[in-house]
């Protein structure tokens, strides 16, 4: 498996795993959601704003990571290259 | 009086358009070619492109959808803006790369990439389309809200304006101006969001309503209790006899005898714990005879008529306050958790005071903030306090959904087509996540901001946003609704241009086998798109009455069943065949469209049908339609397997 792809599934991993966190807590124990532990904003405020940052933030991981050599041999858009009339 | 046809609004909202309508015109000059008309010739620039991700993305159903539904139920619509987002993280870490290396122009390029084969272009052709129309339903209805109290025309005028601009804007440039359009309207969004949210921070919160509140007193006392503010307690009599006759009754009637004749006020009795009765104040609407009547008066603005007023008040803040001031981001959240909100249903059940017509008391409900903040208080969420096993299933399996429908969406996919490399691909989605995240952070802000702004419309959610505009200046009103109608204009354009590339690509040349070349390809899907364009204006206006956030969950169901697992196996499991892809798409389509159908939400809200119990256990497929689409897939090509070629 190319490496692009592996740190692709690995962070996705990650993040899926708190996702689930996410959507569990709301299913079966919301009310867990309605504690407030910071500055008296709840669980449920907190959790989701972090869920948000937390994309931004493996999304700049994978893209700082990624390496480019993969993509010289593999572009295979032969037609890209002829058609192009701009 | 909530809307007022202002001319600064019409000024502002011509501009917008016309300068996007301009821009097409302009752009349009390039593209001549099919690669130029589906693709921008693979030259958009990686940072323009994210934008346009966002500018795609960020449909009606979230700009008006969300922030109506937080702005009325509190929490619970932002756990779409939170699915939404995640939805992105499949498209970012899984999907993106291997649909730039693999396909051209559309989704079925990609699908089809190892095979060559008739029957997943067909197949996924098809689901491109349904999914399309699907999303397209919401976004036309959305745009008819908007015209309607911006420019003063009827709803289907608004559908049709929508309809013809963006088939000029599709027609005359394909992706180029498309594209264009949809950067400028996903950055002005979120420019314009982010002021929004900073204006209301400095605006702070205040307890402040224009609907009186009366009471406490002992329930015997009230026919009395309040002749000194010259409210006369209406008696039980007449068509109220038997709904209202009663100290369990929910609603009082009064009247004031300065008032002009006919003018009524409905009250809703809240009983305290002490036994003493509080009236609040409620808005009466009727049909009578196919007129709106407003508390017994007919709807007008001049002598001896009235209006339904605005709402959205904070009934008490922490320490009996008045006002805040300027408040910080999470300052304004603890405070709403700590005060009372006065949010606003409705109740339909309430007799008219002319028979066999139609009446809607609007009445105050006033819930403590801790209660507006957490999930589960709108009635399709509220099943994750109860403990019936579906109704907890229905709320995982829509949750699952908005996460898988993302990286389904073809609309969204054609976007990897547009740049150059896989590495541009993965730059764009990155810009794409940073935008539509900070977004979704301010939905928040929005939707409480407009719940506090005093200056809601009770009979509609979709128009929180340009209202709570509204609630700070005239002119940013004016700017709000030509984006959220640009809003509609850029995701409108992507999805009838997805459309025509299905239709052309996938149907026309790969299916059909029409030996056309390029002009004629442009030319055909140039036709698709207006034949789909008119398709839609037809729902939009057929489909008047459906909430625009409504469909939209739905959309990402049937996209993530009919599209995700065959794209997941195609690049994950090498004994796939096209068998069993051309299986999984039309397994996944039809199993979670029929799903909806015959699910209990929509019997209630399409098919008008009240008390329906439907026919499927719970109305969100995903959680059962997703895993079939890839058992189905999985059986398929385990049984086609060695005949693939």
Known sequence: MHFNMKLGLTLFAIYLLFYC????????????????????????????????VSAFALALIYGVFCRPEEEVNSTSDPVATTKGDV | MIYDVSPTAIVVFLLFVGFTLGLSFWLGRKAKSSEGYFAAHGQIPWFVNGVAFAGDYLSAASFLGICGMIAFYGYDGFLYSVGFLAGWIVAL?????????????????????????????????????????FYLIPQMVGAGVLIQPLLG?????????????????????????????????????????????????????????????????????????????????LPNDGIWKDKLDSDQRDYVVSRNPNDPPGKITVWKQVKDANNLVRLLECQLLETRAGKRYINGLPEGTGEGQAQLEPVGSLSKLPDDKTETGPLGAFGFIKTIQNSEVKLWRDD?????????????????????????????????????????????????????????????LPHILIRYYTVKDAASARKSTIVGIASIGFFYVLTLFLGLGAMTSGAMDVSSSNMAAPLLAKSISPLLFAIISAIAFTTVLGTVSGLILASSGAVTHDLAVSFLGLELDDQAQVRLAKIASVVVGVIAIALGILFKGLNVGYLVGWAFSV????????????????????????????????????????SQDTFKSVYGIADAQGVVPFSQPGIVTIPLGFLTLVVVSLMTGKSKS
């Open chain 1, 21 to 52: 966190g996410f959507v569990f807590i709301n299913t079966f124990s919301p009310q867990t959601m309605e504690q407030t532990p910071i500055e008296g904003v709840n669980v449920a405020i907190l959790y989701g704003f972090a869920l948000i």
């Open chain 2, 153 to 233: 025309f009827p709803h289907w005028v608004g559908v049709l304006m929508v309809g013809a601009v963006v088939i000029t804007i599709v027609v005359t440039a394909g992706m180029v101006s498309t594209t264009y359009v949809q950067f400028l309207k996903g950055g002005l969004l979120v420019v314009f969001s982010a002021i929004l949210t900073i204006l209301i921070l400095n605006r702070g919160l205040e307890t402040k309503s224009n609907f009186k509140e009366l009471g406490p007193v002992a329930w015997d006392a009230l026919e009395t209790a309040f002749a000194d503010k010259e409210i006369e307690i």
């Open chain 2, 93 to 133: 870490f899984v999907v993106a790369e291997p649909m730039k290396k693999l396909g051209k122009y559309t989704f079925a390029d990609a699908l089809d990439a190892k095979f060559n084969s008739k029957g997943i272009k067909l197949a996924a052709g098809i689901s491109t389309l349904a999914v399309s129309i």
């Open chain 2, 348 to 408: 339909k059940k309430f007799p008219s005071l002319k028979n066999g017509d139609k009446a809607t008391v609007y009445y105050p409900k006033l819930v403590p903030g801790s209660q507006v903040l957490r999930p589960g208080e709108h009635p399709k969420f509220a099943g994750i306090r109860r403990d019936g096993i579906f109704d907890k299933l229905n709320f995982l399996s829509l949750m699952l959904a908005l996460f898988c429908g993302t990286a389904s």
């Open chain 2, 559 to 598: 996209a993530a069943s009919a599209n995700l697992p065959a794209l997941v196996m195609l690049l994950f499991w090498k004994k796939t065949t096209k068998q069993g892809i051309i299986a999984a798409v039309i397994v996944g389509m039809v199993s979670s469209l029929a799903w909806i159908l015959l």
